[in-house]
């Protein structure tokens, strides 16, 4: 078999030496694609603040913050 330095588990980045730098980088990249994907929602002038910021609590920072207490 061949060895790994860093692998995906269960949504996070484990790697041989033990640092979150790379599992960081990967949600914020993560966060970064769903609020580029939302970019029509965030220009629209029929949708309210109020349901924007509910977007973004929901989808943008659920994507962030997955399995950061790990």
């Known amino acids: ?5 860093n ?3 269960l949504g996070g980045v ?8 790379k ?3 990967r ?3 993560i966060a970064s694609g769903v609020v580029r994907n939302l970019d029509d929602i ?5 949708i309210t603040a109020d349901t ?7 989808l943008v920072q659920s994507a ?4 950061s207490e790990t």
Do not use: E, P
Not at 42 to 46: G, L, P, Q, R
Not at 52 to 58: A, C, G, P, R, T
């Open 1 to 5: 078999m061949k060895q790994s330095d």
């Open 7 to 9: 692998f995906v588990y």
């Open 14 to 21: 484990i790697s041989t030496d033990s640092s979150c730098d």
């Open 23 to 25: 599992d960081v980088a």
């Open 27 to 29: 949600r914020i990249g």
């Open 42 to 46: 965030w220009k629209s002038k029929k």
């Open 52 to 58: 924007k910021v509910k977007l973004y609590q929901s």
């Open 64 to 67: 962030l913050l997955y399995n």
